[in-house]
């Protein structure tokens, strides 16, 4: 039985996307008390606040699928130096109505893939300031901006570079120590 459950998101909706690649290979690299599921977003409509006063299935959804696990797990890419609409979406209604965030004290980590030299890093700092605001405690160090070329990693989630797998273990290693000091 796993100790901590966490879920995850994946910044893009795209099935081809090289951040749910990245994902993948993070879950292999993860102990085995971390259980992990995708929280998807796919069918969230556009946020209003017209929906806190009854949201709609969907949202209620998300929220319940947030509040059943003990962590939080952020793969993204970048779209024009900033995060995905679809992510931010997401956030917005998981945060909502005021007074009932389902993200408060969830420990967070962040982390993304591009075919840039600099990774994601603008779009997690975006990240980073949205969820700072949100109340998850968020590990900052050490950073992950992968930049991502074709085979790195496979199919199944298997990393093929040996020093970018021994990075994202590291990385991974630094997560679960994360979430087992603040996953309530």
Not at 2 to 22: P, Q
């Amino acid at each position: 039985m796993s100790s901590y459950r966490v879920g995850y998101f994946v910044g893009s909706l795209a099935k081809g996307s090289i951040n749910r690649l990245l994902s993948k290979a993070l879950i292999k690299l993860a102990p085995a008390d971390l259980a992990f599921s995708e929280i998807e977003f796919k069918d969230l409509p556009l946020y209003s606040y017209d929906y806190d006063a009854d949201f709609p299935p969907p949202a209620r959804a998300f929220k319940d699928a947030i509040a059943r696990v003990d962590a939080l797990l952020f793969v993204t890419p970048e779209y024009n130096r900033s995060i995905p609409g679809v992510l931010k979406n997401a956030l917005d209604h998981a945060s909502r109505p005021y007074g009932q965030s389902a993200w408060a004290k969830k420990p967070a980590g962040v982390i993304g893939a591009s075919g840039g030299g600099i990774g994601t890093a603008m779009a997690q700092q975006h990240l980073r300031n949205v969820i700072a605001y949100l109340d998850m405690p968020t590990l900052n160090q050490p950073e992950a901006y992968v930049q991502f070329k074709e085979g790195l990693i496979d199919d199944k989630g298997h990393v093929t570079v040996d020093a970018t797998k021994q990075f994202l273990q590291k990385w991974m290693d630094t997560y679960v120590a994360w979430v087992q000091k603040h996953a309530g």
